[in-house]
């Protein structure tokens, strides 16, 4: 550097040089740099005046007196309210139309069902993923599945539209009681090995036991009871032999048997958890993963 010295520009300086040719000078920043500076500084003022600057308790900017969020009268809360306005509006019309609509009826209309369909992925993944999953596929702990799938064809309670909202809106709560105190353990055996197959009914106590009077005499089960098909190889909880043999000792929701399988479908009218609007679009949006049954013929005439 010392052999590559500038000439002295006769500019003043700071005081701070270095090496004899490098200095910190005092020249103005250049115009359009002040200007913008200068207009950055108040439009501070004018966003401070203009929007909630100060975070008090119950207002904002103090330029109106307490209360007043800015000249501009802006809150997140008015803007919220204002799209939350924009969102009813649309919705509006659909709510209104469903409100007195029965389930089948919901679903027959293309339009409100596409409506009630989206809303009650929502209402889904609030209120029903948990347990059942995304899309309805179950959830297993370690006895087995927790929760039922529910975009299969097979449904304890039936699939049509009625009786899906029928268990939304009331819940559902089996019962198969213990038997670790009426069957030996090689009977125990024998029952879970013929459920394993798929053929309850090739062993004679399936109905010496009295199993058929809730599952009935082929074994396939009852809807209006909630028991289980034994002869599908659908499973509420474990199909191995092991986990078999464990539903047969315990039970379902036995009070008396602390290692009872719990099973308990949630009342969603109970202490308005949900309206009945909701429980209309969850019912639709259930139906329609693809295990719905047709609604039941009405009866003929007489």
């Known amino acids: 550097m010392s052999d590559n010295r500038n000439a002295d520009s006769g500019e003043t300086t700071t ?3 270095w090496d004899d040719d490098l200095a910190d000078y005092t020249n103005q920043p ?4 002040m200007i913008g500076l200068t207009a950055s500084a108040i439009w501070v003022v004018v966003y401070f005046l203009m929007y909630p600057a100060i975070p008090i308790a119950t207002s904002g900017t ?4 307490i209360g007043v969020p800015g000249t501009g009268q802006w809150t997140a809360v008015k ?3 204002a799209d939350m306005k924009d969102v009813d509006d649309v ?3 659909f709510e209104k139309r469903l409100k007195d609509m029965a389930p089948a009826a919901i679903l027959a209309d ?3 069902s596409e409506y009630v369909s989206r809303s009650g992925k929502v209402l889904f993944s609030d209120n029903c993923a948990a347990c059942h999953g995304q899309n309805g596929i179950g959830t297993t ?6 929760a039922p799938i529910l975009n299969d064809d097979d449904w304890l309670y039936g699939g049509t539209i009625e009786q899906i909202f029928e268990s939304i809106a009331n819940g559902r709560q089996g019962m198969m009681m213990a038997h670790k105190t009426s069957l030996s353990a090689q009977e125990i055996d024998a029952l879970a090995s013929a459920v394993a197959q798929g053929n309850p009914t090739s062993t004679p106590l399936f109905t010496e036991k009295g199993c058929v009077a809730c599952h009935g005499a082929n074994g396939k089960g009852m809807q209006a009871m909630g028991s289980a098909n034994l002869a599908d190889k659908v499973w509420r909880f474990s199909g191995t032999p092991e986990g078999i043999k464990y539903t047969i000792t315990h039970g379902v929701n036995d009070a008396g048997d602390k290692e009872t399988r719990n099973a308990v479908m949630p009342n969603f009218s109970a202490a308005g958890k949900l309206s009945q609007s909701d429980i209309k679009k969850l019912a639709v949006y259930v139906f329609k993963f693809g295990g719905g049954k047709a609604s039941d013929p009405a009866p003929a005439a007489n």
Do not use: A
Request: hydrophobic share 30%.
């Open 79 to 81: 803007e919220m309210e």
């Open 141 to 146: 702990d370690k006895q087995g599945l927790f």
């Open 15 to 17: 005081g701070h040089v």
């Open 91 to 93: 919705r509006g019309k």
């Open 30 to 33: 250049p115009r359009w740099w």
């Open 110 to 112: 293309k339009e409100l």
């Open 62 to 65: 103090f330029t109106k007196g």
